[in-house]
């Protein structure tokens, strides 16, 4: 299903760029600490959008790599401290995973800020609002990834090649 | 299927004002509006209160009337209305799994003050759940049976009160205490305030009560070292330390402890906080429950050498209770919940070495001051100095590791009252001046600020400021032999110097040392400060976010008794409803395996912490047991085949949420 077009691109030019950060936080510790953020005031950037997992666990390298895909700057994955999973180890097989994922994404050429995992317990609302903050200027720092855009730029780079080839044949043929 | 008219999805979208809290910075209609713009959107709505009675009907008109399947409620946080809106949506005849709630208050109007921004954002995250619901499912519910049985961890007041509550509902309680006997901090203390009753009078009852309850089995000196399973049944072992007194054998006779070989009491006796001596085999206090001794391995000679006389089991040949050789045991038991009331312990006043305690012998805390007021306590109920002085002025410090950037912020709560009442006291046993070292007075609680007023009357002296530090340094006549408090008295503006004989810090109220274990050990949650977190702090200030468990007393937090007995009960009355129940509902977000799809590699099997996933030799499939999967969804993440799927978070559910917030980006 597709959404009707979108009538202005709010990002079309830097000056209006402002970073997007998809957000994965577990539903015990960290989705409750945003929680509690809110009920506390804690203000932070509005960049951010949080999608509620159970546990960090359940975050499929895939899911960061569809978010960039996707169009987002920077991705955020929140779980709960080492040893204190409510799933009893789901934040260390989290963990390894995201080793893997760092080293994964620098051969992709994505920025090693642009992912960050923190463990942030169900009563540090003050940290997911100061991560949030950090995460939000880092990645302004490192200016828009705009993989979609880039998709695109590459799929005409791939189509005029492919033009200049078939016009070389054409001539050899001749 | 009745929901799914015409096979087509009808979405129907609730946008809620909540008051002024998301209106005043989310431009709510303007959600709703574009809401409806939205593939599959067929209403949307906004409305004051969505969670009210007209706001759920809104939701139920629409499913009837407009045949909605599937409903998006933009509102608070999925942890507080998402079942009200489950529900609201069953009753009008919808699987409540077709309800996806969008956090636009905790998540957004709350935390950003830039009303476009923020409106933006509601969007976004509106977008997405349009785009996830579209692939719910209807569900069902799992039901959990519930094993009657309750633990109750720990024996203060606290989890005596929850055991006898439990208990006299009919249920079977296991109350477990670490050390010899049950009581607590309660039985250290002389008198309770502000009514000054005794505090053994009040609590030893409660204690006999729940040696004798049929339904309590009483476990002392003994620990829970391992918990599994989940609410409903519960797997708890339980380590016995040995006592080397066989409980069922002791009368406590207390003859052992006469003839023991040493003569004298020669070792620190805990329970009067060091102040008298009692000897390698001892009862914590003559009203110990139960009232069996106990032999302290460390000064022990038997223990540690084996070459003693044992002129304990002389005593003892008729009954023959004591027994060196006894060893730790474990008791494996099964509970359907369990109240965690695990207690305090106080602040150590040498972290503030200013105060002097530990290097000037006259200088005390509250607990030991208690003990020196009790008629049974280490002298006999004299308030005197260690040098055996009745003492001619006494101050006693405020905010001793409370209130303090330096140590804890917290107030400890029951220090000015517990001070009040020691003044009275002392004032009481000795005639003493009395100076109180406050910041403020907290004294707010039924008849608290009249008793405030009554010591007032009574004479003793109110010193506003914190006490820079205590010195033994003279410097006139006046003040030798004595220990000087130096405090700046903020209401005259002066900085004094006091002489008193005695000092008295009001040391606060900490989690216990071992907090972090017990934490771990039941899988709930710490606040900052180290006490354990409730599931909310206004509405359920006893449950945590682990179902089945529930927490009661100073481990939630400081409170005096009158505030720990309410909290106990409260406990007990959630354990009790839970077994009433029989069953606990449980969130239908397991994880299964498509069998076509499962390539048998195996990856998933060593994921689970559960051991919820098998593999069948015969298929060379796996298998996820869904009784035991609790659905964390980590072996989803992990399957290399895409072949093991989760409920209510299916990949495709995930990725069409990714790509609906980020639609704008692209």
Redesign the interface.
């Known amino acids: 299903?597709?959404?009707?077009p979108?009538t202005t691109d709010?990002?079309s030019t830097s000056k209006d760029w402002e970073p997007?950060i998809?957000a994965f936080f577990c539903n015990?510790?960290t989705y409750?600490a945003?929680?509690l953020?809110?009920?506390s005031?804690?203000?932070?950037d509005?960049n951010v959008?949080?999608?509620?997992?159970?546990?960090s666990?359940?975050?499929?390298?895939q899911?960061v790599l569809?978010?960039f895909a996707?169009?987002?700057d920077g991705v955020l994955i929140g779980g709960c401290h080492p040893?204190?999973c409510?799933?009893?180890?789901?934040n260390y097989?989290t963990l390894r995973?995201y080793l893997l994922l760092k080293r994964l994404l620098r051969e992709l050429g994505i920025e090693e800020g642009r992912v960050r995992l923190e463990w942030i317990?169900?009563?540090?609302g003050e940290k997911v609002?100061k991560t949030i903050n950090e995460m939000v200027d880092q990645v302004r720092a490192l200016g828009p990834l705009r993989l979609?855009r880039k998709f695109k730029e590459w799929d005409a780079e791939l189509a005029a090649l492919e033009a200049e080839a078939q016009s070389e044949e054409v001539e050899v043929h001749a | 299927m009745s929901e799914q008219k015409n096979g087509q999805v009808r979405i129907g979208v609730y946008v809620c004002h909540c008051g002024a809290n998301i209106a005043d910075t989310v431009d709510v209609k303007a959600v709703a509006e574009y809401a409806a713009t939205l593939p599959g959107v067929v209403v949307a709505r906004d409305y004051k209160y969505m969670c009210s009675d007209p706001g759920q009907e809104l939701v139920q008109e629409d499913i009837r009337n407009l045949n909605v399947n599937r409903v998006v409620v933009a509102a608070c946080s999925p942890s507080l209305h998402e079942n009200t809106f489950r529900g609201a949506a069953e009753r009008a005849g919808l699987n409540p799994f077709f309800v996806q709630m969008v956090n636009i208050r905790e998540h957004d109007s709350w935390v950003h003050s830039d009303r476009e921004a923020a409106t933006e954002k509601a969007k976004d995250l509106v977008r997405a759940a349009v785009r996830r619901v579209y692939f719910h499912k209807p569900l069902e519910k799992r039901r959990v049976p519930i094993h009657s049985e309750v633990l109750v961890v720990g024996g203060g007041i606290a989890g005596i009160h929850a055991a006898l509550t439990v208990a006299d509902s009919g249920k079977k309680v296991y109350l477990v205490e670490r050390e010899p006997t049950i009581g607590g901090h309660m039985a250290q203390y002389d008198k309770t305030f502000p009514t000054l009753d005794c505090a053994a009078c009040i609590l030893t009852p409660k204690m006999s009560a729940v040696k004798a309850h049929p339904n309590i089995t009483l476990w002392t000196y003994s620990e829970v070292v391992s918990v599994d399973g989940s609410v409903g049944d519960y797997k708890v072992v339980v380590k016995r330390k040995p006592r080397y007194v066989r409980e069922d054998l002791c009368v406590g006779c207390l003859q052992c402890i006469d003839t023991c070989v040493f003569k004298e009491p020669k070792f620190d006796d805990e329970f009067n906080m060091g102040l008298s001596k009692r000897k390698p085999i001892y009862i914590p206090f003559p009203q110990a429950t139960p009232k069996v001794v106990v032999i302290d391995p460390e000064a022990c000679i038997q223990l540690k050498t084996g070459k003693c006389k044992k002129s304990c089991l002389e005593a003892c040949v008729e009954r023959g209770a004591i027994d060196f050789d006894q060893k730790e045991s474990y008791e494996e038991i099964h509970v359907g919940s369990i109240i965690i009331a695990t207690g305090f312990q106080t602040f150590d006043p040498r972290r503030m070495p200013q105060y002097g305690y530990g290097k000037y012998p006259n200088v005390y805390t509250t607990l030991e001051v208690e003990r020196l007021v009790n008629a049974s306590g280490p002298t006999g109920g004299q308030v005197v100095t260690r040098d055996g002085r009745v003492p001619k002025s006494v101050g006693i410090i405020l905010c001793v590791g409370s209130r303090d950037e330096n140590t804890n912020r917290w107030c400890s709560r029951v220090c000015c009252m517990t001070s009040l009442k020691l003044a009275h006291l002392i004032k009481e046993h000795t005639g003493a001046e009395v100076f109180i070292f406050y910041i403020d007075m907290r004294a707010a609680g039924k008849g608290y600020e009249e008793f405030y007023q009554r010591v007032l009357n009574e004479g003793v002296h109110f010193v506003r400021g914190r006490v820079a530090e205590i010195t033994d340094w003279a410097l006139d006549p006046s003040e030798e032999g004595k220990l000087v408090a130096r405090v700046e008295d903020t209401n005259t503006g002066f900085v004094r110097r006091i002489p008193l004989d005695m000092v008295v810090l009001a040391v606060g109220l900490e989690p216990q040392a071992d907090a972090l274990n017990v934490q771990r050990l039941f899988g709930i949650s710490c606040s900052l400060d180290g006490f354990f977190l409730e599931k909310h702090p206004k509405l359920a200030p006893a449950p945590t976010y682990t179902d089945g468990i529930f927490i009661a007393g100073v481990c939630h937090g400081p409170k005096d008794i009158p505030d720990t007995v309410m909290q106990a009960g409260y406990a007990a009355a959630e354990a009790i409803a839970l077994a009433d129940t029989g069953y606990f509902e449980l969130e239908p977000n397991t994880a299964y395996i498509v069998e076509e799809e499962c390539s048998g590699c195996k990856s998933c099997i060593p994921l689970c912490p559960y051991q919820a996933i098998t593999f069948n030799d015969g298929k060379q499939k796996a298998f996820i047991n869904e009784v035991l999967c609790k659905g964390c969804g980590t072996c989803v993440a992990a399957c290399p085949s895409g072949s093991i799927k989760q409920n209510l978070f299916e990949d495709e559910e995930i990725f069409s949420e990714i790509e609906g917030v980020l639609a704008y980006a692209q």
């Open positions: 299903m597709e959404d009707k979108v709010k990002l997007l998809v015990w510790c409750t945003a929680d953020a809110g009920v005031r804690m203000g932070y509005p959008r949080v999608i509620r997992v159970m546990c666990g359940r975050v499929d390298p899911f569809d978010a996707h169009g987002a040893g204190d409510h799933y009893v180890e789901g097989k995973r317990a169900a009563s540090e609002s979609t």
